[in-house]
């Protein structure tokens, strides 16, 4: 067993014993990040030379995620071909315009198609074309998203939208991209609030259905 393996749990339980609702955080190579995730039960990313697990994902986090991805198939329905929406179990590589490796799983993503994969070895892939990326956030991960993932999500060429939703309270924030470097952000609280994706209307009240009554 590598140093690494040594270090992490590759359960959800042994994880959750660990470090709660906390972010973990082991030095690693690229090498030993795809090594591990190969074996580990849960995902985790990749950022300046650490591995950083995902922390425990709560029943409020879990449906908001199923609502708002039945949501953005609607937006982008199979027939479709030229977009797929992806659960959280797809990986999002950003290499190609940074100067390190960097692997994050957002809580959904939907991907331009057909799709460029960064492939590490045959059946170990990544996702590089995204043109909309939404996370829950919670406290343990809040600064993570903002402070770390946000100013790499906003330098993937391909995307243009991207999601903040909240669990404690009814609460989303939509950035949309105008120009290369310029997005625009709107904040909606309200239970009759909605936004548009793909000429799609998505109701707050659809997101957050055990909030409202």
Same mark, same amino acid.
């Given at each position: 067993? #590598? ?12 994880l ?9 955080r ?13 074996q ?12 950083? /697990?995902? #922390?425990?994902? !709560?029943?409020?986090? @879990?449906?908001?995620?199923t ?14 071909? !030229?977009?797929? =929406?992806? *659960?959280? *179990? ?8 940074? @100067? ?5 799983n ?15 070895s ?11 990326l939404?996370e ?10 903002f402070?770390? &993932?946000?100013p790499?999500? &906003?330098?993937i060429? +391909?995307? !243009?939208?991207?999601?903040?939703l ?7 924030? =939509?950035?949309?991209?105008?120009s290369? *470097?310029?997005?625009v952000?709107t904040?909606? /609280?309200?239970? *009759? ?7 799609? +209307?998505?109701?707050?009240?659809d997101?957050?259905?055990?909030w409202?009554?």
């Amino acid at each position: 067993m #590598s140093a690494v393996l040594s270090k992490l749990p590759l359960t959800y339980e042994a994880l959750v014993k660990l470090a709660g609702n906390e972010l973990v955080r082991v030095p690693a190579s690229f090498d030993e990040y795809w090594h591990f995730i190969g074996q580990a039960e849960f995902r985790a990313d990749f950022y300046q030379n650490e591995i950083i /697990t995902m #922390s425990y994902e !709560n029943e409020h986090h @879990s449906d908001i995620v199923t609502e708002l991805s039945f949501l953005l198939k609607t937006a982008y329905p199979g027939r479709n071909r !030229n977009f797929k =929406v992806h *659960n959280p *179990n797809r990986p999002i590589y950003i290499g190609n315009f940074t @100067s390190d490796h960097s692997v994050f799983n957002p809580d959904g993503s939907v991907i331009a198609q057909p799709p460029i994969h960064y492939e590490y070895s045959p059946g170990m892939n990544a996702e590089s074309t995204p043109i909309l990326l939404f996370e829950v956030l919670s406290k343990s991960t809040r600064s993570y998203d903002f402070g770390t &993932k946000l100013p790499l999500y &906003k330098q993937i060429p +391909t995307l !243009n939208t991207i999601i903040y939703l909240e669990t404690k309270k009814v609460s989303v924030l =939509v950035m949309e991209r105008e120009s290369k *470097n310029r997005w625009v952000e709107t904040e909606y /609280t309200q239970k *009759n609030d909605f936004f548009i994706v793909n000429k799609t +209307t998505i109701y707050l009240k659809d997101i957050y259905l055990d909030w409202i009554d």
